[in-house]
């Protein structure tokens, strides 16, 4: 397919499609060749082109694009943009809404407009050709694959429409010129996809009892999951509810997840996160790792799953591994490497060096350093006894994520290397999966939507025992803060607690407005103009490729 204001790769099938996890969570290997013109002929080969799709999404993180969580922690309050002092502003221009900064980066997201675009193509073809595909009278599979594909689909529209508002919408394959719909028209979709998914996938398709191989296929429950947090949003973000989903259904939706789903919290908040809860275990001159973490790790010899199973806490990972390379294939944590400091490895926390980005705001440090999640979300540079390469670094804080950073050994050694995993490359081997939706996030959902404690205080005495919160909206928002913090979901719940994310524009000039910092080692403070932000209602740029390629079809977003 080569649309005129779309860039795209081709038809839904690529040779050597990879889903890794898809039937085990370490398999690494080549699923098949596809085409289209033996993509949908029957179940099996339905169940490929439903990689295919899954394929799809994951590169939506795992290409060269920003990408839905760089985009989140640049443009939220809790990091600035940071990463190098000679480097292009090009990230910086996210961070503060300000296309001044580096005029030339008209195009940010044109690479993630393309992935995003290829993926929903390959989930359009699967859907249309639904009643083309001899199913073998298996009704059940039939629901469950569509039911995918569905969600998929919906997951990439609900990125596209939070990312850029009105959107092109296209729910068939097609060549067609269009100019963007209307988000209401967009959401409709969303919201139809995911309560299709939500009533066709069978509870039972993929038991929680055998996630070790089902991790990152989309569940009934997933997709309930996913069907409230697109309701808070769009309903947040535009001041009024959709005809395509009314609270009851969202908190309907939500009620099951928590009733029926079987999920359950860690008992160690940190054991989510490998880099929050894993030491040195070299010994002998071999590399090991100390860990407790809950989910998908190499040991030095073969793939662990937690301390045995992974996490009841994930409710839908989006699978990452090590076979990422330059030829074509991409399913690496390719955003980790920007979490790690410049330059340097700061092996006594066993964080990898990286780019730079997403130094930690000193109005973040202020506000959470004394709940125990913070060394789970953070690293001190000072507590560390780490000395950053300052004359190289741009708005050094002191302080990094440190939830999906890069890993190294005690000695400096990178873990890629250590293990000789895959390309052994600083830039894309990196296996930890990235959660998407995990049970915390439910809970708190489930007591904004039912007006009721229960699940807020759920999370918060995991951290806190034996201490209860009241309902309220403020303390939902503030536990929701530290507790997701650093994964790529507070900048969109900032853009939903006011319309037009009236709120968002507050909060980060409140924090990143004269915050200090310094430059190539020497002292400086940070702007954010609220104006810039509002401008913009929090929304990104269209790409300049996709409006030229339009004919001007696709107009861009005000403020840009």
């Not at 690494?28 to 013109?37: A, M, V």
């Not at 000679?86 to 503060?96: L, W």
């Not at 900064?101 to 995003?116: E, G, M």
């Not at 967009?186 to 191989?213: G, H, M, T, W």
Request: charged share 20%; aromatic share 12%; hydrophobic share 35%.
């Amino acid at each position: 397919m080569n649309t005129k204001h779309i860039l795209m790769m081709g038809a839904l099938a690529v040779s050597a499609l990879t889903f890794t996890s898809c039937d085990d969570f370490f398999d690494t290997s080549s699923k098949t060749d596809l085409n289209t013109e033996t993509a949908y002929s029957n179940l099996e080969s339905a169940e490929m082109a439903l990689i295919g799709c899954y394929d799809g999404w994951q590169r939506t993180i795992s290409d060269a694009g920003v990408g839905m969580y760089l985009l989140a922690e640049f443009a939220s309050e809790q990091a600035l943009g940071g990463l190098g002092l000679s480097d292009a502003k090009n990230n910086n221009v996210i961070d503060q809404f300000n296309l001044g900064i580096a005029p030339s980066y008209n195009d940010l997201f044109n690479t993630d407009w393309v992935n995003y675009y290829n993926a929903i193509y390959r989930c359009n073809q699967l859907i249309t050709q639904e009643a083309n595909i001899n199913w073998g009278g298996d009704t059940a599979a039939q629901g469950r694959v569509i039911g995918e594909a569905r969600a998929i689909r919906g997951i990439l529209y609900f990125d596209l429409a939070r990312m850029f508002g009105d959107v092109p919408l296209l729910t068939a394959p097609s060549e067609d010129n269009i100019p963007r719909s209307a988000a209401s028209e967009v959401y409709q979709v969303i919201f139809d996809d995911l309560k299709f998914a939500a009533e066709n996938i069978p509870a039972d398709a993929y038991p929680l009892e055998n996630r070790n191989s089902n991790d990152g296929r989309i569940t009934k429950y997933a997709a309930e999951a996913l069907l409230a947090r697109a309701y808070l949003y769009y309903t947040g973000y535009y001041g009024a509810e959709h005809a395509g989903c009314t609270k009851a259904e969202a908190v309907a939706a939500i009620n099951d997840v928590v009733e029926n789903g079987g999920y359950e919290l860690e008992a160690n908040y940190a054991d989510f996160w490998m880099p929050s809860c894993t030491t040195d275990g070299s010994s002998g001159g071999e590399y090991g790792w100390n860990t407790t973490y809950a989910g998908k790790w190499y040991d030095g010899s073969t793939w662990q799953a937690g301390q045995g199973s992974l996490s009841k806490e994930i409710v839908l990972n989006l699978k990452m591994n090590t076979t990422h390379d330059y030829n074509g294939n991409g399913d690496g944590l390719t955003f980790s490497v920007y979490l790690g400091p410049r330059n340097k490895c700061a092996t006594s926390v066993c964080i990898a060096s990286g780019w730079g980005a997403c130094p930690v705001t000193q109005a973040f440090v202020d506000q959470y350093e004394e709940d125990p999640r913070f060394s789970a979300c953070v690293w001190s540079c000072d507590e560390a006894g780490f000395e950053a390469d300052l004359t190289d670094t741009y708005e050094y804080t002191g302080y990094y994520t440190r939830k999906y950073a890069p890993m190294c050994f005690a000695d400096g050694t990178r873990q890629e290397v250590g293990f000789q995993l895959g390309e052994q490359h600083m830039n894309i081997t990196y296996y930890q999966d990235y959660t998407i939706m995990r049970y915390a996030d439910v809970l708190l959902m489930h007591s904004e939507l039912n007006g009721t404690a229960d699940g807020l205080n759920a999370v918060h005495q995991r951290v806190y025992p034996g201490e209860s919160l009241t309902y309220s909206l403020e303390n939902i928002r503030n536990e929701r803060a530290i507790e997701l913090a650093f994964e790529g979901v507070h900048y969109w719940d900032l853009m939903r607690y006011e319309k037009d994310g009236a709120y968002a524009a507050r909060v980060i000039a409140a924090a990143q407005n004269g915050a200090q910092v310094t430059n190539g080692g020497v002292a400086a403070t940070t702007t954010f103009t609220e104006s810039n932000f509002t401008s913009k209602k929090g929304l990104m740029q269209i790409p300049n490729t996709q409006i030229t390629l339009s004919g001007s079809v696709l107009t861009q977003n005000a403020g840009w």
